[in-house]
C-alpha cells in the first residue's frame, strides 16, 4: 500500500510553502533579476480602469510599469549609496539637472492578455556589464512583468537607455560612480542566476524524493481507505 506518513505530508507541505512564497524570487532570480526593496515595482494593483473595450489590459499599461520599475531599479542605488554625494549623482539620474538617463526605445513582447484583478510585479537587469554595452553613452536593460494571479511571465520588455549630459547638451559616456556600481549588480544578476537555479533542483529533488518514497516505486498499491478494505 502506499500513501503519505504524517511526516511526509509534513513534507509536501513544506515544498508547498516555497513554491508559494518563493515563486516571484526563483522564476526571475533564475533569469538573473534581482528582486526585493526598491528593485523594481512590486505587488503593483491592476485595477479596472486599465483594461480596453475586450477587458485586457490596455498594452500601454505594461510600458508604464516598466517604467515605474526602471524609475524604482535606478534610485534603489540612490539609497544605497555609501555618501551624500553617490546618493545625490543617483538621484539626479532621473532629472533634467545634470547626467541623465533617457529611454531611445523600448520593445514590449506580450505573452499573455492579463485581465482584472491582478497584481503585478516588474523586474529589471542588466543585459550586459558596463564594460560590454553597444556603446559608451549605452545602457540596455531587460524587463519582466509577473502577473500574481497567473505566477508567471505576462510580458518581456527591452529597453535601450541613453545616458545623456544636460548641461553639455549631448550624449556623455558612462560616469564612474556608475560604471563601479553596475558592474557588482551585473556579478550579483549572475550569482542570484546560480542561487535560484541551485534552489529550483533542491525543490525538484524533494519532490522526487517524496514520489519515491510514496507512490513511484516497485509494487507500490493505492491505498483507498479504510471502507474499500472492509469490502
Known amino acids: 500500500m502506499f500513501g503519505c506518513s504524517p511526516a511526509q505530508v509534513s513534507q509536501a507541505g513544506g515544498i508547498l510553502h516555497a513554491v508559494a512564497t518563493e515563486w516571484r524570487r526563483l522564476s526571475a532570480g533564475s533569469e538573473g533579476f534581482l528582486t526585493g526593496g526598491r528593485r523594481g515595482l512590486e505587488g503593483q494593483q491592476v485595477v479596472w480602469g486599465e483594461q480596453d473595450s475586450f477587458q485586457h489590459v490596455n498594452n500601454v499599461q505594461y ?25 545625490r549623482q543617483w538621484a539626479e539620474l532621473m532629472t533634467p539637472r545634470s547626467v541623465g538617463l533617457i529611454l ?15 497584481r503585478v510585479s516588474v523586474y529589471h537587469r542588466l543585459r550586459y556589464p558596463p564594460s560590454r554595452q553597444p556603446s559608451p553613452s549605452s545602457l540596455v536593460l531587460d524587463a519582466v512583468v509577473f502577473s500574481h494571479r497567473h505566477r508567471r511571465v505576462s510580458a518581456r520588455v527591452e529597453e535601450d537607455v541613453v545616458i545623456y549630459d544636460y548641461r553639455a547638451a549631448r550624449k556623455a559616456e558612462m560616469p564612474a560612480f556608475m560604471r563601479d556600481v553596475l558592474e557588482d549588480t551585473f556579478e550579483q544578476q549572475q550569482a542570484e542566476t546560480v542561487r535560484a537555479r541551485r534552489r529550483i533542483w533542491d525543490l525538484i529533488g524533494d519532490v522526487e524524493r517524496l514520489e519515491k518514497e510514496t507512490w513511484d ?11 474499500a478494505r472492509a469490502k
Do not use: C, H, L
Open 217 to 227: 516505486r516497485p509494487g507500490a498499491v493505492e491505498d483507498i481507505g479504510g471502507a
Open 63 to 87: 510600458v508604464r510599469w516598466a517604467e515605474s520599475s526602471r524609475v524604482n531599479w535606478a534610485t534603489n542605488f540612490a539609497a544605497r549609496a555609501g555618501d551624500r554625494t553617490r546618493a
Open 104 to 118: 531611445k526605445s523600448i520593445r514590449v513582447d506580450y505573452k499573455f492578455p492579463m485581465t482584472y484583478p491582478d
